[in-house]
């Protein structure tokens, strides 16, 4: 027979067990950030605000034995996100300093940049790289513009244009990369 004690302390671990659990699942729920000047949603982990929810099995689902034919577009396996994608953003931003890149990632982060022709404005260029597959949504680019402000550098806005330019651009040498990745095998 239990005693008042051990009854106690018996619903006292249960009650913290269950509030363990509780907070446990919890913290898997997804978190609402308020950045200001960004729609809702949008911030550094999710630079576009798109709401979109995985499979932890991918797109595909599950695939057991290698099954499912769907070719390789990835240009690689060496790293985690396209590589026809990863080439063609470096080689797009390559006039900008890179301050930060993660190639299984997917981002590349250049530092400010300032052309020479323009002393009082800067440039910094985030560039996100969200598929394995070579698609027109695969990739997407966030620019940051500041304007010197007698002795201070002041956040100004940017055209959404210049990035939407700068993805095309990305998207535009990663075909010409792949185009001149298979006339390559092809002639082998």
């Not at 997804?30 to 982990?45: A, I, K, V």
Request: charged content about 20%.
């Amino acid at each position: 027979m239990m005693t008042y004690h051990a009854l106690t302390r018996a619903q006292h671990a249960a009650a913290a067990l269950l509030l363990a659990a509780t907070l446990g699942l919890t913290a898997c729920g997804p978190s609402e950030s308020s950045y200001p000047g960004r729609p809702t949603g949008q911030g550094p982990n999710n630079p576009t605000g798109e709401q979109q929810r995985e499979s932890i099995f991918g797109e595909d689902g599950l695939t057991l034995f290698g099954g499912g034919g769907d070719t390789d577009q990835s240009g690689g396996a060496g790293i985690g996100v396209n590589s026809f994608l990863w080439r063609a953003s470096l080689d797009t931003i390559s006039f900008m300093p890179l301050a930060s890149a993660d190639p299984f990632g997917g981002v590349l982060i250049t530092d400010w940049y300032q052309d020479p022709k323009a002393p009082g404005e800067r440039f910094k260029v985030t560039v996100y790289i969200l598929d394995r597959r070579l698609r027109a949504d695969g990739v997407k680019v966030a620019v940051f513009r500041q304007n010197r402000t007698g002795n201070e550098w002041v956040d100004t806005s940017v055209s959404p244009d210049t990035a939407i330019q700068i993805e095309n651009a990305i998207l535009v040498r990663a075909r010409q990369l792949r185009i001149n990745t298979i006339e390559a095998q092809e002639t082998k």
